[in-house]
C-alpha cells in the first residue's frame, strides 16, 4: 500500500507524542513492506495516488480541507490522539458549537462536521473509544482500537535495579504532576531522577523551586535516546502520575525494559498494563509515594510485566494490526 501521513497540528516540541506515534508507525509499516510518505503541503501531492490518507490529530483546519479532499480520494482515516481532562458530556458540547452559516467553529465541531468523510477513526485505548463514540457519535464500527508500540530495540534482563524512581516528560507541564511526585519523593524519602526537555529560564527556575535542597532528587536534562535507555535499563520504578494522560507512550518504554510502573488511574494508561501496575490518585501525594516505595522496597511485577508488553504492545503487532484495518476499508 501508498500511505500518506498528515500531521493535523503544528508542533513546537521535538519529543511531540503525536510525531512519535506516527514515525513509529511509518517504521513499523515500512518493514511490513508498505510505503508511507510524510506530507509537505509545499510540494505537489497527487492525492489520488495514495491508497491511505492517515491524519495524525485533529483541528479546525482538517474540516475544509477533508471535505475538499475526499471528493479526491475517500480513503481518509483519522488518529484523533485526543487526551481529554473533561467529560464525555462537554465534549459533547464542544462538538455541537458551531455555525456553517456564520463560519463558526472550533476542532471539536470541525472533527463532528467531517466525521462522516472518514472512513476509520484510530483511538489508543477503550477511554478514547468511549470519548469518540458519546462525544462525537461515531458508530463503533468506525473507530478501531490500535493501541501505541513501544519502539525500543534493546531489551534489558537486568533484575538487578537500582533503587530509585525515573520520570521523564515536558517537567513543568502542569497535567505531567511532575510536582506532586517532587512532593511525594520528598515525603517518602525515595530517589528520583528526572529528565526532559524545560523551554526557557523561566521553567527551570520553577524546577528548582520545586526540588529546593533536597539532594535526593536530581534534574538530568533533556535526554538522547541512548540516555534514555540506559535509566530505563536500570530504575527500578518508573512513575507517570499524570492529571490527564492518553497512554504514556515513555511508561511502556520503560515497561518494556524491565522498570516496574506507578501510573495515573485517569486516562488510558491504565489499561496497557494488565493488572501489573500500582494504578494511583495522581491529586494524592500519599497514594504517589506509597506506591513509588512498593517497588523500592522489593515488591515487582517484572519479568512477568515486560514478557506481556512484548506480547501484547511490539511493532511488529501493532504494525499488523494497523495494516490490517487499512486493508478492510471499503
Known sequence: ???????????????????????????????????????????????????????????????????????INPNIVVSPILDPNYSTKILKLYAQWGSKKLGLTNQYYAMSSIKDKVKLFFVRSEFENRYMLKGFGINKERCVIVPLSFNISAPSDNLEREPFCLHISLLTDERKNVKRLIQAAIKYKFKLILGGKLRNKEELQLLNSWIGDNDNIEYKGYLSKEEMISLYSRAKVFALPSTNEGVGIVALEAASLGCDIVVTELGGP?????????????????????????????????????????????LKSISEQLANAYKNIK
Open 270 to 314: 491504565k489499561e496497557y498494563y494488565s493488572n501489573m501496575a500500582k494504578i494511583i490518585n495522581p491529586y494524592d501525594i500519599d497514594d504517589i509515594g506509597k506506591a513509588v516505595r512498593y517497588f523500592i522496597d522489593n515488591h515487582t511485577y517484572q519479568p512477568t510485566l515486560r514478557k506481556h508488553i512484548y506480547s501484547e504492545y511490539s
Open 1 to 71: 500500500m501508498k500511505i500518506a501521513f498528515i500531521l493535523a497540528n503544528g508542533v513546537l516540541s521535538p519529543s511531540n507524542g503525536v510525531i512519535s506515534q506516527a514515525l513509529t508507525w511509518k517504521l513499523g509499516l515500512e518493514q511490513l513492506g508498505h510505503e508511507v510518505i510524510l506530507i509537505d503541503m509545499w510540494s505537489k501531492n497527487n492525492w489520488s495516488t495514495f491508497d491511505i490518507i492517515h491524519f495524525y490529530g485533529f483541528s479546525a483546519y482538517m474540516k475544509d480541507f477533508i471535505l475538499g479532499l475526499s471528493k
